[in-house]
């Protein structure tokens, strides 16, 4: 039976909810408040809330100073690019610790977990190094590649779990069918686990799209995406607040609307597996 | 052709044998049921003859063929699992036309086979339907559409019915057993529930822990059970088991009398009723007889005795004796 919450309660509960929710989104709004203001009203102090002159100056003068459109095009392609190249080997990777775990599956999911947790500042020079022998600096590969190196385990977890839900008799019942293995990973296990797999996907690319070490870090003007886009605002001419805050806004408007759009798929699949 | 042989078949998890090593001959257009309780192997068995598991040591011939390390779909076996496993994202039609697309079946071959398949399983109006959007029932007529549908050399079938209720359990039971007839295709069938295995049989093989106890026609294990694990397990209600001096009177360690060989009147035996159940064709009491234990009756007809009644039995039928290793004498 489902708890019935009583008036108070679920009074309380809103104004918690809300108040979490505000305390979060407050620097993003702020950011979107000051990118709308003069320079001067940015930075003035006690800050302006509701006083400030308020101006769209600052947008036509980003796009003016900036070719907005490449960092953009970068930024899709970096961040697609190096979810789609992570799906192509985690879905095999997981396909194989879903189904056919070894001894060692359980302690290799945590190994890779573990990279997570370790510094990206560490490994810097090794990647940074390596990329420079390759030719990869400033180059989308080299970006999709990085990227989707550093997001593989989560992409990799995450299949796992949804791939765990599968009924294994569906999958030998393919095999009794003919399927060979990229028969049965194509035909059925992919369209089955295809919820799981579209909300590993979105997540992927926002964790991508907002990726700013690896990407200020690995490029310098040719394959600098959004995120490198805001970090050129914060130029050597001093900070600029207003359009620093302007250029941010721009830069995670198309995520945030994909992340919009796509929260419900977002929720379900981050909640996937959870409760039976 | 559906010959099945095997030879010297193990199977172990680790430490544990599942199988010690069994010698099965399956003859082509047999109905076979492997029957036993649970864990008793009956179900790795078939996996080991589906190639979806890998047997310790042993050969499985197929038609003749060594196919102990063919992978599954070479074997040219098809099987019916307990869940279905039916494709969900699938319709019906999409489902059983899967293994002639694994095939690489012309489509228009495939849709004729699909279409003659799903006329005989009364599946032609779910054709576009997904399994989601089926009854029990029907959804294990896709699945052995599915199976059909490919032609096999035989049918394997892992406890097909159990998850359908009673009533619809017995009308699939006849299905599958008109199926084999005008099929004439192997079938191996494995299930738990005696009655399944009695009435769709040709041939019963009763496991326990991993060993063969017997292999027989069902009246066969019925009538002639080698040992007392067999003449406990075929029959419903179970055979009375009764050991001591009453046996003794037989020269066997245990007698064994089944519950329709005993008649309610006049007898030596003498109990008072414990339960009585009256399904109008029969009627079954559990008699608590002094000095031989509860026994179970199954008189035809309504017999008028209550909770605590005293009543005389008499046995009427074949007497089965075994001896004190619990083989048949």
Redesign the interface.
Known sequence: MARALSPRRLLITTVAAWTVALIIFFPVLWMILTSFKTEASAVAMPPEFLSADWTLENYTEVWSRSDYPRFFWNSVVISVGSTLLGLLIAIPAAWAMAFVPGKKTKDLLMWMLSTKMMPAVAVMIPLYLLFQQLGLIDTKIGLVIALMLMNLPIIIWMLYTYFKEIPGEILEASRMDGATLWGEIIYVLTPMALPGIASTMLLNIILAWNEAFWTIVLTTTKAAPLSAFIASFSAPQGLFYAKLSAASAMAILPILILGWFSQKQLVRGLTFGAVK | MGKIQLTKVRKSFGEVDVIPGIDLTIENGEFVVFVGPSGCGKSTLLRLI?G?EDTTSGVIDIDGKDATNL???KRG???V???Y?????MTVRKNIG??LK??GMDPAEQDKRVERAAKVLNLSNYLDRRPGQLSGGQRQRVAIG?AIV?EPAAFLFDEPLSNLDAALRVGMRQEISELHQSLKTTMIYVTHDQVEAMTMADKIVVLNAGHIEQVGAPLELYNFPRNLFVAGFIGSPKMNLIEGAEAAKHNAHTIGIRPEHITVGDGPWEGVVGLSEHLGSDSFLKVAVEGLGTMTVRAPGEVHARHGDRIRLAPAGKIHRFDTNGLAI
């Open positions: 589906a979806l992978p599954p779909a076996l098809a099987m699992f307990q869940s496993a039916l494709y969900p994202h899967f293994p694994m095939a599915r490919r």
